[in-house]
């Protein structure tokens, strides 16, 4: 992991305590609500590691629902997330696991509202950093530094060299990576474009047109 200054190893502005426990999940938590796209009505956390352990105590709880309400890491509402969840009308659990071999300040997060749903796992990784390693099933390696969008796409060879023709041409100099997920689910793909800037509506949907295209989702930088 690559810092860009020595804010980045400090970490940033926020409601302690902990920079893992704490700075890190609500960065874990909001990047989730930005790719959802929705207030969330149903939220179930599946917390690992040393987040199992001491996810009251730090905060950790706190954290990853203040996060998915919009919160960022400097928002004096993290304290009180819990009780603005529940008069929102939020039904959330967190659920402890037993499983083992996995970063210890893990956790996964599942949202449902309505007929949408979504879910993701990410880590904390130190100094207010995470990383999303998993989104709807894909592998990906995500920190959230950048505006990002999400191509899921019908796999073929064809169709992925056409798709990055695309977004070369739609991106140009704004584009800052692309990566295609080592994941192929029923068939489907998902391309992750990191950018310096939010494209228009207008290019968007000029992907999201493509025959061979499912979906384009976005979140924004954190």
């Known amino acids: 992991m690559k810092y860009r200054s020595v804010f980045d190893i400090i970490g940033p502005i926020m409601v302690g305590p902990s920079s893992s426990h704490t700075a890190g999940a609500v960065r874990i938590g909001l990047f989730t609500r930005y790719i959802f796209g929705h207030q969330p009505e149903k939220i179930k956390i599946t917390l690992y590691g040393s ?3 001491t996810y009251k105590g730090h905060g950790t709880d706190i954290a990853l629902i203040g996060g998915l309400l919009g919160y960022n890491t400097s928002d004096k509402r993290i304290r009180t997330s819990l009780e603005d969840a529940k008069e929102a009308g939020i039904d959330f659990e967190f659920i402890e696991s037993e499983v083992e071999h996995i970063h210890p300040n893990t956790a996964k997060l ?6 949408h749903s979504l879910d993701l796992i990410g880590k904390s990784i130190g100094g207010g950093k995470m990383v999303i390693f998993e989104l709807l099933g894909f592998d990906v390696n995500l920190s959230g530094d950048f505006p990002s969008y999400f191509v899921f796409y019908k796999f ?5 060299i056409h798709l ?10 704004n584009k800052v990576s ?5 994941s192929i689910l029923e068939g489907v793909n998902l391309l992750v474009v990191e950018v310096l800037e939010e494209i228009s509506t207008k290019q ?3 992907i999201a047109n493509l025959e061979y295209v499912n979906e ?3 979140a924004d930088r954190l």
């Open 164 to 173: 990055l023709s695309e977004i070369n041409n739609i991106f140009g100099d």
């Open 156 to 160: 073929s060879e064809k169709n992925k």
């Open 110 to 115: 599942e949202v449902e509202a309505g007929r």
């Open 204 to 206: 968007i949907e000029r």
């Open 178 to 182: 692309d990566n295609f997920s080592d």
């Open 216 to 218: 384009v989702k976005f």
């Open 51 to 53: 987040f199992k352990e």
